[in-house]
């Protein structure tokens, strides 16, 4: 098998306004939707986190791919590694999501020649992985606290007409009873059985308290989890991290650096999780030194692909690191691809985060795919299980060229509502 086509889809989803350690989502975030055609007509698909510097690397990348062997994951990613070079894990930057683009442009490649690959022999990318450990990959709440509308064209707006889970998206929530009712809406709808809270918005006391109210409102059966994105300083981190013992499942980042997270470790009697501090295999061995985390959140976006997650899974088990996924917005290739990483993974400890809740768009054959029970059932089919719906993928493309957005930058967008607010890379 050769790859002959290599076609590239800047896309656009309509997003609620979300708070976070760096300000507000715009009303859509963006993603970028590749397509490998091979010479024998199969078709494979990825998408990645959409931003012009890693649509640029992406087309740059074409030339390298065109007539390269799917199947040979090695000899493609070593042409690719020799074409760009390398990326100091030090790229990542301080904010809550990862600025590095050659990872992504990895990662691009590993799922679309292993949904390749699934199609040419007909498996599933799980059993290409190593083999289905389960069907039905659990994923978790994630909450945010929220201004009020419902993104995408609605921008800032509401619709009056909206019940359920479709009303509470697009409700405001600030304070504590408001992310109970959130919570509420959106175990009600998916049956989550775990809740995220992303934190690193309002002063600790404020996010501690929505904690103890989502605890009292479900009770100690649900595990609960609170992301700061590293705002907080390691003295703030243990001061609350210390009232939320016996509380959290785990806390997530609470501290920047692998230092300062195994200094709040070694303080507090809880779980620490990061997606900030250990995010790539540089810095493995920092973790084992420094024991900055128990568990460490994957994302096979960047971490190089769905392959380089389960090394990432192996080293957990070998460094006894729980192991989990984080998300950031995301179309159906995206939850595919995730769903077929945690079915396949062996050791996954802990339920997944996804943002697909925000989002009521689909770009693929079928529409919005199913969380029931708080799990993704593992698509059918060879290779990912998903197909592009191409009127949709047209629509998204178009609101794409509309919004004018060609990177996530949540700043500017805070500041439309908070004039002169400024990202601080620790806040508490
Ligand atoms: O979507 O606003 C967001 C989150 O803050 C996201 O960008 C983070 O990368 O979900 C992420 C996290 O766990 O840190
Ligand atoms: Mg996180």
């Given at each position: 098998?050769?790859?002959?086509e290599?076609?590239?889809?800047?896309?656009?989803?309509?997003?609620?306004?979300?708070?976070?350690?760096?300000?507000?989502?715009?009303?859509?975030?963006?993603?970028?939707?590749?397509?490998?055609?091979?010479?024998?007509?199969?078709?494979?698909?990825a998408?990645?986190?959409?931003?012009?510097?890693?649509?640029?690397?992406?087309?740059?990348?074409?030339?390298?791919?065109?007539?390269?062997d799917?199947?040979?994951?090695?000899?493609?990613?070593?042409?690719?590694?020799?074409h760009?070079?390398?990326?100091?894990?030090?790229?990542?930057?301080?904010k809550?999501?990862?600025?590095r683009?050659?990872?992504?442009?990895?990662?691009?490649?590993?799922?679309?020649?292993?949904?390749?690959?699934?199609?040419?022999?007909?498996?599933?990318?799980?059993?290409?992985?190593?083999?289905?450990?389960r069907?039905?990959?659990?994923?978790?709440?994630?909450?945010?606290?929220?201004?009020?509308?419902?993104?995408?064209?609605?921008?800032?707006?509401?619709?009056?007409?909206?019940?359920?889970?479709?009303?509470?998206?697009?409700?405001?929530?600030?304070?504590?009873?408001?992310?109970?009712?959130?919570?509420?809406?959106?175990?009600?709808?998916?049956?989550?059985?775990?809740?995220?809270?992303?934190?690193?918005?309002?002063?600790?006391?404020?996010?501690?308290?929505?904690?103890?109210?989502?605890?009292?409102?479900?009770?100690?059966?649900?595990?609960?989890?609170?992301?700061?994105?590293?705002?907080?300083?390691?003295?703030?981190?243990?001061?609350?991290?210390?009232?939320?013992?016996?509380?959290?499942?785990?806390?997530?980042?609470?501290?920047?650096?692998?230092?300062?997270?195994?200094?709040?470790?070694?303080?507090?009697?809880?779980?620490?999780?990061?997606n900030?501090?250990?995010?790539?295999?540089?810095?493995?061995p920092?973790?084992?030194?420094?024991?900055?985390?128990?568990?460490?959140?994957?994302?096979?976006?960047?971490?190089?692909g769905?392959?380089?997650?389960?090394?990432?899974?192996?080293?957990?088990r070998?460094?006894?690191?729980?192991?989990?996924?984080?998300?950031?917005?995301?179309?159906?290739?995206?939850?595919?691809?995730?769903?077929?990483?945690?079915?396949?993974?062996?050791?996954?400890?802990?339920?997944?985060?996804?943002?697909?809740?925000?989002?009521?768009?689909?770009?693929?054959?079928?529409?919005?795919?199913?969380?029931?029970?708080?799990?993704?059932?593992?698509?059918?089919?060879?290779g990912?299980?998903?197909?592009?719906?191409?009127?949709?993928?047209a629509?998204?493309?178009?609101?794409?060229?509309?919004?004018?957005?060609?990177?996530?930058?949540?700043?500017?967008?805070?500041?439309?509502?908070?004039?002169?607010?400024?990202?601080q890379?620790?806040?508490?």
């Open positions: 098998m050769r790859i002959t290599m076609h590239l889809t800047p896309i656009a989803l309509g997003d609620p306004p979300l708070l976070n350690a760096a300000g507000l989502h715009a009303p859509y975030c963006l993603r970028t939707v590749i397509e490998l055609v091979a010479d024998n007509g199969l078709r494979g698909l998408e990645v986190p959409g931003s012009a510097a890693t649509n640029a690397k992406l087309a740059a990348a074409r030339e390298v791919a065109i007539g390269r799917p199947l040979n994951w090695h000899a493609l990613r070593g042409a690719l590694r020799a760009f070079g390398t990326e100091a894990s030090a790229s990542r930057g301080d809550p999501w990862d600025q683009s050659l990872v992504q442009v990895e990662s691009a490649f590993d799922v679309a020649c292993l949904d390749l690959a699934g199609r040419a022999y007909d498996l599933p990318v799980a059993t290409l992985l190593g083999g289905i450990v069907e039905r990959v659990p994923y978790s709440a994630y909450l945010f606290y929220k201004y009020e509308g419902a993104g995408g064209e609605l921008g800032f707006g509401t619709d009056p007409r909206a019940t359920g889970w479709a009303a509470a998206r697009q409700a405001a929530a600030l304070e504590p009873a408001g992310v109970v009712a959130q919570a509420q809406a959106m175990v009600k709808e998916f049956g989550f059985e775990s809740i995220k809270l992303k934190g690193g918005v309002f002063e600790p006391a404020q996010e501690v308290a929505a904690i103890k109210a989502l605890r009292e409102a479900f009770g100690p059966g649900v595990p609960l989890r609170l992301d700061p994105n590293a705002l907080w300083t390691v003295e703030t981190s243990i001061e609350w991290g210390r009232k939320l013992e016996g509380v959290l499942e785990y806390l997530e980042d609470p501290a920047r650096t692998q230092a300062g997270m195994a200094a709040v470790r070694q303080a507090v009697k809880l779980p620490l999780a990061t900030m501090c250990t995010t790539s295999f540089d810095d493995l920092g973790s084992a030194r420094h024991g900055s985390e128990d568990i460490i959140l994957t994302d096979h976006h960047y971490w190089g769905l392959r380089a997650s389960m090394e990432l899974a192996a080293h957990c070998v460094f006894g690191r729980g192991v989990s996924m984080h998300s950031n917005n995301h179309a159906g290739i995206s939850l595919a691809a995730m769903t077929h990483l945690g079915a396949a993974m062996p050791n996954l400890s802990y339920a997944l985060d996804t943002h697909y809740p925000w989002q009521s768009e689909e770009i693929v054959v079928g529409g919005r795919m199913k969380i029931e029970g708080g799990c993704v059932t593992l698509p059918k089919g060879p990912l299980g998903v197909e592009l719906d191409r009127a949709a993928l629509r998204a493309h178009q609101a794409f060229l509309r919004c004018g957005l060609t990177e996530r930058n949540d700043e500017p967008e805070m500041q439309k509502k908070v004039p002169g607010w400024k990202f890379a620790t806040r508490w």
